[in-house]
């Protein structure tokens, strides 16, 4: 399917929150050391100081459905590019290492928002036939601004910056903010919004420019599923009917985390230096790891519309229990450890193509329209849950075995496996209407 440049234009455009999202989220690897120095940080210290952008994100996830349902989507994602700026700027003047928590905290706010908001943005302006491939769109972001976070660490590493290293390595990102604030002003607002505010012809507009084949059709399919909606509009996401797709959003985002991949990325210097690598080798192979993992988020792109979202689950479980298995082997005989860039970069290919491709799409395809933001920003927090407790712990953890949080990610991707094989329903191809019916929700 060719794609509208309209549509493209406006996906592209609310993705570049998930370029921030990745950029934010892991340009603290490269700053560790020097945070540990200055603040005098033990492990523990170390592992509350990354875990406060998580703190924050946990939270914004979890907040962020009521502003996206209540002021739309659009202006959602401007508030987003602005507390981006004021988080770059903030971090690189901390002037003591409570204000550096507090701005880290802001942007886990951010970061939080980013993730509910922009895949629903994408996903309720997308035509199913695409849908995979736009909301992937998001993830390309992440990935290629885990790449940029990585690469923009190195490069000022070889700078002559000195003690403030650090604070550049933290503040370059003010300049994607800023760059995502002007260019949200273009694109338009979810359909599906406009519709839920009755402004119906905007909605028919939106679709129109998009793209859509059968606008009038796809229009008249929202329209009536919001009107049956009608009255159900504050209905609670806890309730009986919403079980299931509660139950995939709670488990997909769990997994998620569970296979260790940001305590991979968080910790990343950390683990080549635990194994002997120096400060400048650390930094070169973090950026061939974060080309791994844009180059693999592409293939899956490519795919995810054809293969599903259910096969890749299951490919990526086997890949990444495999890998990390071999990274556990290494620091448990501590010997081989020429291999362990290999082994990070066969882990990171294996998610970037499963999970990492699919949660987003995932998430935005499996609750109707009146609790998508709420049933998002549910399986976004879990994510973010995740996340904090394992970036917080995984520090002290390594601290006194190496190999045993590699051991325990190896073998929650073997359950991972298990549970998506037996449970998760296959998305591609249906409307999010379409989707609504298979999974029995009236």
Known sequence: MKLNSYLLKSSLVAALGGLLFGFDTVVIAGANDALKKIYDLTPALLGFTVASAILGTTLGSILAGMPADRYGRRR?????????????????????????????????????????????????????RARGRLVGF??????????????SNYLLGLGSFGGDEWRWKLGVAAIPAAAFFVMLFPIPESPRW??????VDEASEVLRLTGEENYKEELADIVA??????????????????RFPIFLAITIGMFNQLSGINAVLYYLNNIFES????KTSGDLQAVAIGFTNLVATMIAMTVIDKIGRKTMLLIGSIGTAISLAGVAWIF??????HLLVWLLISFIAFFAFSQGAVIWVYLSEVFPTRVRARGQSLGSFTHWAMN?????????IAA???????????????????????????TKGHTLEEMQKKLGIS
């Open 76 to 128: 959602s994602l401007f508030a987003l590019a602005i507390l981006y700026f004021i988080t770059a700027l903030g971090c690189a003047m901390a002037w003591n290492w409570g204000s550096f928590l507090f701005f880290r905290f802001l942007g886990g706010l951010a970061i939080g928002g980013s993730s509910v908001i922009g895949p629903m943005y994408i996903a309720e302006i997308s035509p199913a």
């Open 138 to 151: 998001f993830q390309f972001n992440i990935v290629f601004g885990i790449l940029l976070a990585y690469l």
């Open 194 to 199: 406009l519709v839920k505010r009755s402004r």
């Open 225 to 242: 599923s919001i009107d049956a909606e009608h009255g159900k509009a504050n209905e609670p996401l806890f309730t009986w009917k919403y």
């Open 275 to 278: 194994a002997g690598f120096s």
């Open 332 to 337: 448990s005989t501590k010997a081989n450890e």
């Open 388 to 396: 904090a407790m394992i970036a917080g712990t995984f520090p002290v």
């Open 400 to 426: 006194s075995s190496g190999a045993a949080p590699f051991a325990v990610f190896a073998a929650m991707m073997l359950v991972q496996f298990a549970v998506v094989a037996v449970w998760y329903p296959e």
